[in-house]
């Protein structure tokens, strides 16, 4: 049976237009990744450090060099490699609007090389930025764009977004590539915690807990539990998609008290600028951290419906009696997760059957020496009295949508042992003072300025950076400043314990130890692809031992036979990629390099390269 073509025809310019007036949705879509596998490792607005993940993480058995397809018919219009975040990146925008970015790429097809090798050679930098008129470089739907690598980041994975005309990520998983999911999200565990300094839970003025955070499902129905004042509830809810377990964030997220819808967050879409209101949706005092059940008041992010605080506004909380919450988690398959959670509101405190009190203290003690309890936390503002810490009051940002002050505590604080041997083994020499910084909630948009606690008024020491301990190393996060006290300052950007150190070794390429101390490479081995040609010689690394500031990607330098080439910092792996150029001769080279961290001491070295034809 077939239709007279002058009918197809039609339906094909029916439905371009149509693609074309309804905004957003392409007609047909195809799986960006050549990969009869396909599995998760991460989704969309899954927390990260100060930022939501904008897209799917899909794997790649570990490995690199997996072919990606423009997903529909459009054009590229941008390319970047970057030593970090996206690595090597391309977007793909497509008549509707829509723009498809594909990250952590290792090979650019042909023409986006082209581009990128002409751009590379004005600059003489591998940092490349390029953007495109629609139309310039047209792609037809499974076209091979690029190879999947792990520039840029810790592992090989493709990085997938789906954004909107105004550049907002959607989730990809709503917008035509979704996973087959049959498993239901789980909630393991639920924290209740009193929100003022008389509330009590379960009969005690600190924090009760349910279930174990890595565990199983919680019952349907728990335990009743006693509360009075206000109080919140966090939750471990996670979602799974396969077998493999990897913990993703669930779509939809409702909390209903007494039948009643109070608190709604849907992961469907958000705005860049709004990436770090995701501090904002956590408790970070537990471990792992855990989703506040309600909103607060900076969390503006679509999807996000609800009271500040449901179980009691303005600190009333609730009428005596029985109530109930319902918490539930559904994602976008429709698998359910329902916790029902019994409360009773009373003066007096029967004591709980299920839960426990947390280990975490209401207010919690102050970290003396104990740097793991540096934590984002609401409740510093009811119980600080301790001796040593300052209180700084700070007034809000310019756009930063907690429109109250903040108050920042600091410290001026000893190293711990600990820390002070991992700076030996870093070959960092800590030469200031040490300050710890609290804050009841973080700024949100950017760095404050602080002074260190007790730092002299002497000049600016030669070399010295700023850096945070997140437990087990140093990172250098910064500038030492001259603060307008007279005092060292610097730009602080989340509470922990900060000093100020120099750096005392330059960075240090490892020569390779082959024929005349130098390196032997044969023919490229990758599998050529159409549109896609592969190196001629096997691109090479050249490791680099650098423990205290770190490489600086722009002072990298390299020659080949004395002409410029263009290396790749690859620094997640803390080394640096090199391919020769095609026209490279078989025989003996000499690579050059020339590098430095961000201390500003610099290294070089020579290393002879043979090419074995
Ligand atoms: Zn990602």
Redesign the pocket.
Known sequence: MSLPSARILHLVMFLASLGASVQGAETELAWPLDLPTRFLT?GFMEYRPGRY?A?L?LKTRGETGFVVRAVANGSIVRVRATARAYGRAVYLQTPSGRTYVYAHLSRFNDTLRARIDQARSRSGRYRTELYFQPGEIPVERGEALALTGQSGTAGPHL?FEVRDPDQHPLNPQIEGFALPDTFAPVISSLHAVPMSPTATVGGIRGIMTTGEPGGGSLPDTLPPLAVSGPVAFTARVVEYVDIRGYRLEPETLTVALDGQEVYRAANSSFAFDQGNRSRLEWFDGFAPRERWLHRRPAVDVPGRSGAVWPLGPDGAGLSPGRHELVVRAVDHAGNVARVVVPLLVTGSSPAPQGWRPDSLQVPPAMPEGDLAGCRLNPFFATGIETAGWTPTTLDPLRNDPVLEAIVLWSKAVELPAAARTQAEFQNLDPIGPAGFYLATDWPLESAVPVEIPGSVGAEIPDMAQVFRWNGRRWSAVGDLLAAESGQWGFQLTSPGLYSVCRDTVPPRPVLPNGPDGGIAIGPGTLAAVPGITPPRWEIFPVEIVEQGTGIDPASIRATLDGKPLVVEPDLPRSRILAELPASTQPGPHVLTLELADWGGLAAACRIPVHCRP
Do not use: E, R
């Open positions: 991460s993940h897209g993480d990085h």
